[in-house]
């Protein structure tokens, strides 16, 4: 049997069928919290987005033009509930551990490679961790979302030439990061 698709899904839910909206929270949810996740850089914060982002899904059904992709839509709403998430809490220190989203852990490493996978991961943290609220939600949206170009500027509401460089300078500071810890000179690589 084909699966249906997201569009078609929203379309039965805007009607009230709630086995289709259903389906969709369950499409979706584990992208939506990473997402927030990335945004706000709170467990309990995300917890909270994502579900604030179901509920304004589905009041905003009804304006939902199904011949458009769900996906961007969606992530749209995940990123403003975020934003006012973030806006509105209290405890503005909590850390972002961006690995934990972004990075699936190993299976089976051998206690070597466990220690370097760590300690890259905590460098790779450390760096993304170290970008500011634009950079690394545009990374997350790219890397971990998979959105193109086109999309993440209309989750952001900014122009695809701003999310372009966006994505180069993330890339570039990340990069730098990681040669730094490694001791070598940004830009290249040691002799």
């Known amino acids: 049997m084909r699966e249906i698709r997201d569009e078609a899904l929203a379309a039965r839910a805007a009607k009230g069928d709630l086995d289709a909206f259903e389906e969709l929270v369950n499409r979706h949810r584990a992208a939506v919290y990473q997402m927030a996740r990335a945004v706000t850089g709170s467990h309990a914060d995300?917890?909270?987005?994502?579900q604030e982002t179901f509920i304004r899904a589905y009041r905003?059904?009804?304006s939902y033009d199904s011949r458009r992709p769900f996906r961007p839509w969606l992530r749209k709403i995940t990123y403003n509930?975020?934003?006012?998430?973030?806006?509105?809490?209290?405890?503005?220190a909590r850390r972002f551990l961006p690995g934990e989203a972004l990075q699936p852990p190993d299976p089976s490493p051998n206690p070597e490679e466990e220690v370097e996978s760590r300690e890259s991961r905590r460098g790779i943290e450390a760096a993304v961790k170290s970008l500011s609220f634009e950079l690394r939600t545009t990374l997350h949206l790219r890397a971990a979302e998979g959105l193109s170009y086109q999309d993440i500027a209309r989750v952001t509401g900014v122009r695809i030439g701003t999310v372009m460089s966006r994505l180069s300078r993330a890339r570039e500071k990340v990069l730098g990061s990681l040669q730094a810890a490694e001791g070598l000179p940004e830009g290249g690589e040691g002799t």
Request: hydrophobic letters at 40%; a neutral charge.
């Open 81 to 92: 509930t975020s934003l006012n998430i973030l806006r509105t809490a209290t405890n503005r």
């Open 60 to 62: 905003s059904l009804g």
């Open 46 to 50: 995300a917890d909270d987005a994502a």
